[in-house]
């Protein structure tokens, strides 16, 4: 399932001028989402609204607990 949208968005076209993604959902394709976007097609940090809002293999609450951590550590991967 979140494969086919990775594939699906890093096979678009993207409309000319200033591109404004909001992308929130499973975790690890979000993160994948998010490479694709801030790496590969230059969209400014501040144009995207990003979170992994669910992680595959962890209940709610466990997630809640760690999400903050989770997504901080990949901006800062993804924004060296």
Same mark, same amino acid.
């Given at each position: 399932m979140g494969a086919a949208l990775v594939e699906a968005v890093t096979a678009l076209d993207f409309p000319a001028g200033d591109v404004h993604a909001f992308v929130h959902g499973e975790a690890g394709f979000v993160k994948e989402l998010r490479r694709h976007l801030r790496l590969d097609r230059g969209v #400014?940090? +501040?144009?995207? *609204?990003? *979170?992994?809002?669910?992680?595959?293999?962890?209940? !709610?609450?466990? =997630?809640? #607990?760690?999400?903050? +951590? =989770?997504? !901080?550590?990949?901006?800062? +991967?993804? !924004?060296?």
């Open positions: #400014a940090r +501040e144009r995207l *609204s990003i *979170s992994g809002y669910w992680r595959l293999g962890k209940t !709610d609450e466990g =997630w809640r #607990a760690m999400k903050r +951590e =989770w997504n !901080d550590q990949v901006e800062r +991967e993804q !924004d060296n």
